[in-house]
Each structure stands twice: as structure tokens, then as C-alpha cells.
């Protein structure tokens, strides 16, 4: 009975029913606005802020992330898997600054210097031959780094630390 007087508004109740996910996923609510860049999130963002709408514990997300990483040359230090190189590796368990996306965000858009600069801490060391380099200052690829793209690589990135 019930079914019958809702079902013409059938398209309404769907649309009311993922219209908060898609919110959320587009950065909406409680996640980031992917269309602004990543020095704009960092700036207007407060200190543990930034939250990823990407779930490492969904491959599909995973993998786009991995896609994102061989695409921008991340691999060129940290290795294709993640295992390290002339970076630190990506996928052991010592996090230099801490595993939070707000955290990594700040490190891949700011690089080492300027995140030390703005009172971040080394938690770990790792055997690194170069600090990190500002991704979104233009000095490597950040033409092709949008926000949403270095949301994506943060999801690959703690993917590798999800219990499987």
C-alpha cells in the first residue's frame, strides 16, 4: 500500500536518497571543495581539517590513487609501489609526519620545509636522500595535481597500510 501512493515520487525519494552522498563525495559538508586548488584548501583549511571523500578501503578509489601516482611521477622516488627510493618508502609503517590526510595533503601540496615552517614535526626518520618538494608550486608537476588528483594518491597511499 505504501509503496503504491510513493511510487510517483519514486525519482524524488532517489534523488533525495544519494543526493547527501554525492554531496559529501564532491566536498560538500565535511569534505573539500575539490574545485578549489590545493594551495587555496591548505590556506582556508584549519590544522586537521582536510578530510578525504576517497576511501582506501575501496579498491576502485585505491587503484585510481595508484593511477594518479605513476602518472605525476611520484614513483620516481617513492617507487612504483610505494616501497621507497630516493624518497621514503610509502608503504612501511614509520609515517615521518603522520598518517591523517589533512597531514599528507599539507606535505605533498607544501613539501618539508614550508610544513616544518608552519610548526609540523617529525614524528619518524627514514633514510631520505632529499625532503619533500612542494608539489603545488609548479617546481615538479603540478599542473596535472589538482586537488582531487593528490586526494586520490593520499587513498593509495594509506590503502597500503589497510589489513588484508
Known sequence: MILEVLKPYKCVLIFLLVLPTQFAYAGGGNGVDLSKTPFEIVETT???EIVNPFDPANPEDAESGHTVFMETSCNGCHGGTGGGGMGPPLSNKKWVYGNDAD???RLITLGTQELQKRGY???ARENVRAP???Q???DIVIESLTT???LRIITWIQSLHIEK
Do not use: H, N, Q, V
Request: aromatic share 6%; charged share 30%; proline share 11%.
Open 121 to 123: 614535526t617529525r614524528k
Open 103 to 105: 597531514t599528507l595533503f
Open 148 to 150: 582531487e588528483r593528490i
Open 132 to 134: 619533500m618538494p612542494s
Open 46 to 48: 584549519p590544522k586537521g
Open 136 to 138: 603545488a608550486s609548479g
